[in-house]
């Protein structure tokens, strides 16, 4: 699904492989069926610890005919975090969210990834560089903007050479992380933001500090298992005055919270090792939940001090006395909407009455936070970080949602965001010759490139286009005319597109807009990402799922549900998101629906459909009857992502599923040889953290599977019963898909 490189294709002799880089009761046996299960995976004696390093696969002589070949698109996706040096004016890093760290020499004009093969994640979410040695840098794994397709870090990595090797210097148990600062004159005075895990409680939260460059960490600041560090400034005149600010905030995969009576400001006068609680200062608001805070003390004058607070009478927070005190200068939704996912304040380093605030729009103060006149065109909506360079306030890199953006002129002009970063949600292959590799990209629009040169235009390049729908969809391609297209988006979106033409019509299922509402209130419950399906055996036969299954045979002009409601639907998990403040229901967080779907190759009326919430259902006569087949004994509410009904062998299907925002990273993979009356785990030997997301039968070989996790890309070449790593030259990413072709030319 999050993918930095976007779609990649390996290439054995019989064909090609795509990769799209992407309280309630236990779960028990259904009433009256006979469903066994063998649901404890066997782990061998040599079974890879959850730390250890993936199996190489280099030398191994099967595999030394394959290589993956990136085919783009060469379009940026989310960045959270960006940083640059003073004494080095063309040097700059990103950090994408899934796909590793980014770097520029040349002032922004070619960036090139300094962690691929270096370090077993893509989840970067924090990097900073010492200004004392900018051969010295900095990075954080995970994230805390907390988005529904957020990746798990591990840890805190180091750097002494710019980028070109990494060391991990710990802290791997807090697993995510928000922010990294460096004492301006030292090095080894390291802070990070510690926001522990995303589902759960935990004792690991906090700000940490190392003053030995990562040797050792001390813990400084702590309130309680429900709160983790959210921002951390230092004043770069007196770096023993610092502020930080903690956030009690969730995310489950039904939905998440921001605020609760563990978020709050602090101020440290010690250089971090001892912190003052501010958060009912004079002038903050003295009652009632606080949400997420930015905080940032002025440069040019460290009694000015910058806060944007989450709170019902919140906004932008100005003190002129070092925090004691606080003035609110605004309180514009513009800049506090969708407070989880921004709620980011810079202050300018020259400009003591300038300040910016990054939200859907990039905005900035030259009246100390009264207003904010000045919107700042960037290349990308959605706005997370800006660094400034201390010598000049004209010279900036940018983080959004498309990646980062380098301005030499205050943002007047930015350069381009043409690296291969995107997330992309699901993959579907054209059946074009060769094909177009297609999906939807997280933030932006579906898009299709091709898979080799197609018309005069190299793979890689500018060319692609968009399929209809929006940045989460499928994209199904109609098996009998490969210009029409059928592609969606949250909310039910639902479009067919003809590529010949340009025209798209919108087909939508239900027509109406869930935007605000709670999954429980909806009618019908499209995901963020639901599937569209053809019948392989009927080619003029769609399918979509909300929470039911639906059916079209006139390309989308009429449907017919054809299921009853296939999912648990525990009421637990179909209420209100975004926690006491500020509701956040933008289709992300909608709940208990159908989220994949296999129409059988090899038995015509058979369809196999798994939840999100933890349920599996077959249909053996067209959609007329439909039978609990949901494995027991697995825990509950694991989000089925892949179903995959096997092309040589009726009433055979491979299931993948996972818990990672339940704090369960464990790849559930599972197979099935009789209509789902029992199943059996094949998912021994991986690395006990090694999340499952996508998985495909070989449709020349029987019993070959190909696995996407969230590291890479695993082969089987005995049904399931061993796995081996078909890492190659992949860097380490989540792979959400994966496709197949039997012929590339």
């Known amino acids: 699904m999050r993918d930095r490189l976007g779609r990649c294709w390996a290439e054995p002799a019989l064909g090609a492989l795509a990769v799209a880089l992407a309280a309630a009761p236990a779960l028990a046996a259904p009433s009256g069926k006979d469903v066994k299960s063998d ?65 520029t020499r040349d002032g922004g004009t070619s960036w090139s990834n300094v962690t691929d093969g270096k370090i077993p994640t893509g989840s970067v979410g ?120 903690l956030w009690e905030a969730w995310r489950k995969p039904w939905g998440m919270s921001s605020g609760g009576p563990g978020s709050g400001l602090f101020r440290s006068e010690d250089g971090g090792e001892s912190w003052t609680e501010i958060t ?83 905005h900035r103060s030259d009246d100390g936070g009264k207003t904010f006149a000045k919107k700042i065109k960037v290349p990308h909506g959605d706005n997370h970080d800006l660094w400034i360079a201390a010598d000049d306030n004209q010279r900036m890199i940018q983080a959004n949602d498309g990646g980062a953006n380098v301005s030499v002129n205050g943002g007047d002009s930015w350069t381009a965001q043409t690296y291969p970063t995107a997330q992309i949600y699901r993959l579907g292959l054209s059946h074009h010759q060769p094909p177009f590799a297609c999906g939807g990209q997280q933030d932006n629009s579906t898009i299709c490139v091709p898979v080799r040169g197609w018309r005069h235009r190299d793979v890689l390049g500018g060319y692609g286009f968009a399929a209809g729908g929006g940045e989460s969809g499928y994209v199904a391609n109609d098996p009998r005319n490969p210009d029409i297209f059928y592609a969606g988006s949250y909310g039910g979106t639902l479009d067919r597109f003809d590529a010949r033409t340009g025209q798209s019509r919108a087909i939508n299922v239900w027509p109406d807009n869930p935007m605000g509402y709670s999954a429980g209130d909806l009618k019908e419950r499209f995901q963020w990402t639901f599937p569209i399906v053809f019948d392989p055996q009927d080619a003029k036969t769609l399918y979509v799922t909300s929470q039911h299954v639906w059916r079209s045979t006139d390309e989308g002009q009429s449907w017919q549900k054809i299921s009853p409601d296939l999912t648990r639907a525990d009421p637990a998990t179909l209420g209100p998101s975004g926690g006491p403040i500020t509701r956040d229901q933008t289709g992300v967080e909608t709940y208990a629906t159908v989220f994949a779907l296999a129409p059988s190759r090899r038995e015509a009326d058979a369809i196999w459909a798994a939840s999100d919430d933890g349920l599996v259902h077959v249909t053996r006569d067209n959609g007329g009857s439909w039978q609990n087949i949901t494995p027991p004994g697995l825990p509950p509410f694991i989000k089925f992502t892949t179903i995959e009904d096997s092309p040589h062998r009726p009433g055979t299907a491979y299931l993948t599923g996972h818990r990672v925002l339940l704090d369960d990273p464990a790849p559930y993979v599972l197979k099935t040889t009789d209509h789902g009356r029992s199943w059996t785990r094949i998912d021994a030997g991986l690395p006990a953290d090694e999340t499952a997301r996508s998985i495909r039968e070989d449709p020349v070989r029987p019993g070959l599977l190909y696995l996407g996790s969230e590291r890479g890309v695993w082969v089987s070449f005995n049904d399931g019963r061993s796995w081996d790593k078909l890492q190659r030259n992949l860097p380490a990413v989540q792979v959400s898909d994966l496709g197949w072709r039997a012929t590339i030319w």
């Open 280 to 362: 009912r200062a004079p002038g903050l608001p003295q009652s009632g939940l606080i949400g997420k805070i930015g905080v940032s003390v002025s440069p040019v004058d460290g009694r000015r001090v910058y806060a944007m607070v989450e709170h019902e009478q919140g906004g932008v927070f100005v003190s002129d006395d070092g925090g004691q005190s606080w003035a609110r200068t605004n309180d514009s939704r513009d800049l506090r909407q969708r407070a989880f996912y921004y709620t980011r304040i810079v202050a300018d380093p020259k400009v003591r009455d300038r300040v910016y605030v990054l939200n859907v729009q990039f």
């Open 126 to 245: 924090g990097v900073a560089v010492c200004e004392a040695n900018p051969d010295i840098v900095y990075l954080t794994t995970g994230e805390t903007q907390l988005r529904g397709n957020i990746l798990t870090g591990n840890g805190v990595y180091k750097s002494a050479d710019a980028g070109k090797s990494w060391t991990h210097i710990g802290l791997a148990d807090v697993q995510n992380f928000s922010r990294v600062r460096i004492h301006p004159k030292d090095c080894d005075t390291v802070f990070v933001g510690g926001f522990g895990r995303y589902g759960v409680e935990n004792a690991d939260r906090g700000v940490y500090k190392t003053s030995d460059g990562g040797k050792s960490w001390r813990r400084t600041l702590y309130r309680d298992p429900r709160s983790g560090a959210v921002d951390i400034s230092i004043d770069p005149a007196n770096p023993r005055i610092m502020f930080a600010a």
């Open 39 to 103: 649901l404890t995976p066997a782990k061998p004696a040599d079974a890879k610890p959850a730390d250890a390093k993936p199996a190489e696969d280099a030398g191994d002589p099967r595999f030394a005919a394959l290589s993956w070949r990136n085919i783009g698109p060469n379009r940026g996706g989310r960045s959270i975090s960006a940083a640059g040096s003073t004494a080095r004016p063309n040097e700059y890093y990103f950090a994408a969210v899934g796909g590793g760290l980014w770097k």
